[in-house]
């Protein structure tokens, strides 16, 4: 019934949409909601108010429509000798019938009208009702909506970054290993061909070879690193650190075992994002880091003695890994006073919620 009561409305012009799927029947709908908690939320309330504002609907129609009626044609039903009686009024002579026809207008114009403001709050009960939600489930859905948002630029910034890497790192190598090569045949194929040159380019284009494979490692490796699959994210963390122009004091507690991979990979590159930060606008060559592994999940702090003032806006570095560990089911904080250093702590459940 209170679908039904959503279907009038709709029809009637106001927006409101039913809630049942047009691909779903009736009963096996109706079999679903009434194991949900919405049905005594919304479903009882709108069932109530349609009920109780027809009813009142069909009494104003009833007693007023006919009332009105019956003094519009006072003159008529006097004429057989009927003295039509609407509430305390009987007409006693032609002239009272006569006078009661602008009365009968009236009254069936203001009926109309208790119908219409009737139908108006009937609507407006159900829209209230049917647009109740739960605060909490709002915030969490704008939330959400953010999170999409602060990945979708994330994920491009990504992308944009192992564009301008392959771009200013390996191909670079790799154009001027072809030039390389290119003087190595020219060299190869001269009359006089001079076999120290040709040693000598063959060394050089090797370590060309050799620079270009490094730049794609590194490439690869900032994208998912080989240490973080093979060996878990201890060790990967490990790696890290041992890579890091600073000097890191790592302290790692428990097994990582049961962590998934990617909450193994948000909080690595997390503190692969954080160590670069404080490299760059820190000022200092020192950072902490403790690492905790359970079987529940993981914790990590990053923690530097630098200038601190660090914030977290749309569209930043810390911004992604606030997103990155939301995606599965984390939360990030950061404490960075001005002037007292910055710590950055991560964490996140052993399996995402999904």
Not at 135 to 146: C, G, Q, S
Not at 197 to 221: D, F, K, M, P, S
Not at 250 to 275: K, M, N
Not at 290 to 306: A, T
Request: with cysteine.
């Amino acid at each position: 019934m209170a679908e039904l009561d959503r279907s009038r409305a709709q029809w009637c012009g106001v927006r409101t949409v039913p809630l049942r799927p047009v691909d779903r029947s009736w009963a096996r709908w109706v079999a679903g909601r009434l194991r949900t908690r919405s049905v005594w939320r919304t479903d009882l309330p709108v069932f109530a108010t349609a009920t109780l504002l027809s009813a009142l609907s069909l009494l104003v129609g009833f007693l007023g429509f006919f009332s009105a009626l019956a003094l519009v044609l006072s003159p008529v039903l006097w004429g057989f000798g009927i003295a039509a009686k609407v509430g305390p009024f009987t007409p006693a002579a032609l002239w009272e019938t006569l006078v009661a026809v602008p009365s009968g207008i009236v009254l069936g114009a203001v009926t109309g009208g208790a119908l219409a403001g009737v139908s108006l709050l009937r609507d407006l009960l159900l829209r209230a009702f049917s647009e109740r939600r739960n605060p909490d489930l709002l915030a969490k859905l704008e939330e959400l909506r953010a999170s999409r948002a602060s990945l979708t630029v994330a994920f491009e910034n990504e992308r944009r970054r192992i564009e301008r890497d392959l771009h200013d790192g390996a191909q670079q190598e790799l154009v001027a290993l072809v030039m390389r090569l290119g003087i190595l045949e020219a060299a190869a194929s001269a009359s006089a061909i001079d076999e120290e040159r040709i040693v000598q380019l063959a060394r050089q284009a090797q370590g060309q070879a050799e620079r270009a494979l490094e730049r794609l490692r590194e490439t690869v490796r900032d994208i998912h690193p080989g240490e973080l699959s093979d060996l878990g994210l201890i060790a990967a963390v490990r790696e890290l650190v041992a890579r890091s122009p600073l000097r890191v004091e790592l302290t790692s507690t428990g097994t990582d075992a049961r962590l998934s991979s990617p909450i193994a990979a948000a909080v690595y590159f997390t503190v692969s994002e954080a160590l670069t930060n404080i490299a760059k606008h820190a000022g200092v060559d020192s950072a902490r880091i403790e690492l905790r592994c359970s079987d529940s999940g993981v914790r990590v702090l990053v923690r530097d003695d630098g200038a601190g003032g660090a914030r977290i806006s749309t569209g930043s570095g810390l911004s992604g890994l606030r997103e990155r560990m939301r995606s599965v089911g984390g939360n990030l904080e950061i404490i960075s006073p001005p002037g007292g250093g910055t710590e950055i702590v991560a964490s996140a459940p052993a399996e995402p919620p999904w």
